[in-house]
């Protein structure tokens, strides 16, 4: 290939979204005509509240709305996003610390291009969501991985995370209730991270847009509570796209100290300017609004919870621990490679081939664990209807049986 034809290093040393790429593929199967179960991106199958669709509608037609806005967002958003701090974590922000994004995907993108300088390295407790990686690695920095597996109930292990350190660990990230596993890191351990960091000098990247999605009596703990101290060197980020059922609206933010803020502004200025007035109107509803809807989509979820765990530990070879938060199961698979399965008796010698077997051959959509730095495991989202979710277990158990 021609010199100037080649694209550059950085986007050639990232590797695509594998959580959207298996929910292109499962609605492209269907849109084809084929039955396929999705149990792939984490997308909540609820429609979004009525109020919140109602306030998109209003601000469809205030001409105020036809303006851009300030870049960090709607005034009356970000004193909304600061109030909800308060009310949930239980401490005060202000709004100018918090940035309105475009998903909470853009803020985990510019934390670390405002953080980061090349071979800065980010610790990062795996499994991991798919994005981590991919956006330290795209403001030049190191991730950093640290395993804790199904044994240890994905719980990390503070000292496997102290062995990590080096001089160039410039932050943490801490996701609970997590994505791939479910888990929701006990209190202990959020506690030990946040002093951790704060000896080490380390900034916390804590990702809690699952806040609210936690069961059998698990409690989301947040470092800002656990220790006030690390406050001044974290960063949350969040959105409205688990709690309201609003994936597609695009609205995320960080709340971080004020300088970092002013730096994602400026960043952001130059990126993408401001999020969609309309979806800011309506998350405004949403974050302004109550918890009603949230607590009755968890009751849903956590019916599904314990049917998904249920059938998954029925398959002889698989292995799932119960999550106790947000809607993935994230079970151990190393079971089912190397034997035969499916009617045709198809050997896969990776959960990458498991999935893409389950989906060929019983069109059921999963996203290996390998997307998520640890292969051996699928990921499933249990955020859609009881039947589809029974009916994919089913194909799912008989495919293992050879049928
Ligand atoms: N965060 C969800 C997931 O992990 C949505 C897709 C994505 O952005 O990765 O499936």
């Excluded at 209730?177 to 380390?202: D, K, L, M, Q, Y």
């Excluded at 130059?270 to 007035?277: D, E, G, R």
């Excluded at 993935?328 to 990458?352: H, N, Q």
């Amino acid at each position: 290939m021609a010199q100037w034809q080649t694209f550059s290093d950085r986007i050639n040393h990232v590797a695509p979204s594998a959580t959207l790429a298996v929910d292109s593929k499962a609605k492209a199967m269907k849109a084809a005509g084929l039955d396929v179960i999705g149990f792939g991106a984490g997308e909540p199958d609820f429609p979004t509240p009525a109020t919140i669709v109602d306030a998109a509608a209003q601000a469809c037609r205030e001409p105020r709305n036809y303006k851009y806005t300030p870049t960090p967002g709607l005034p009356e958003l970000r004193e909304a996003i600061a109030a909800k701090v308060l009310r949930d974590s239980g401490y005060e922000a202000t709004a100018d610390q918090v940035v309105v994004t475009n998903g909470g995907k853009q803020a985990v993108y510019e934390t670390f291009q405002i953080l980061l300088n090349d071979g800065d390295e980010v610790i990062i407790p795996t499994p991991y969501w798919t994005s981590y990686p991919e956006a330290v690695k795209l403001a030049g920095g190191v991730p950093v991985e640290v395993f804790a597996g199904a044994g240890r109930d994905f719980e990390p292990d503070i000292a496997a995370i102290e062995a990590a350190r080096t001089e160039r660990t410039k932050a943490i990230i801490v996701t609970s209730p997590n994505n791939p596993t479910g888990a929701v890191w006990s209190r202990e351990t959020i506690r030990a991270i946040g002093e951790w960091a704060v000896e080490h000098h380390v900034w916390v990247i804590s990702d809690e847009i699952y806040e609210h999605l936690n069961y059998d009596g698990a409690k989301t703990a947040y470092v800002g509570v656990e220790v006030p101290e690390c406050r001044d060197q974290l960063i949350v980020l969040n959105g409205v796209a688990k709690t309201y059922a609003m994936p597609g609206w695009r609205v995320g933010w960080m709340v971080a100290p004020a300088e970092v803020a002013k730096a994602a502004s400026k960043l952001q200025g130059h990126l993408s300017s401001n999020v969609s007035n309309v979806s800011q109107r309506a998350a405004l509803a949403a974050v302004a609004g109550p918890l009603d809807e949230v607590y009755m989509m968890r009751e849903a979820f956590d019916a599904r919870r314990k049917a998904i765990v249920a059938a998954l530990n029925e398959i002889d070879g698989v292995y799932c621990p119960t999550p106790t938060g947000a809607f993935y199961a994230f079970p151990d698979v190393t079971g089912l490679l190397g034997r035969p399965l499916g009617a045709k008796g198809t050997v896969v010698g990776s959960s990458a081939e498991l999935a893409a077997a389950l989906l060929d051959e019983a069109h059921v959509a999963a996203v290996p664990g390998e997307a998520f730095g640890a292969p051996g495991y699928l990921r499933f989202s249990y955020a859609l209807a009881d039947d589809q979710l029974a009916e994919g277990m089913r194909r799912f158990q008989a495919w293992v049986a050879g049928k």
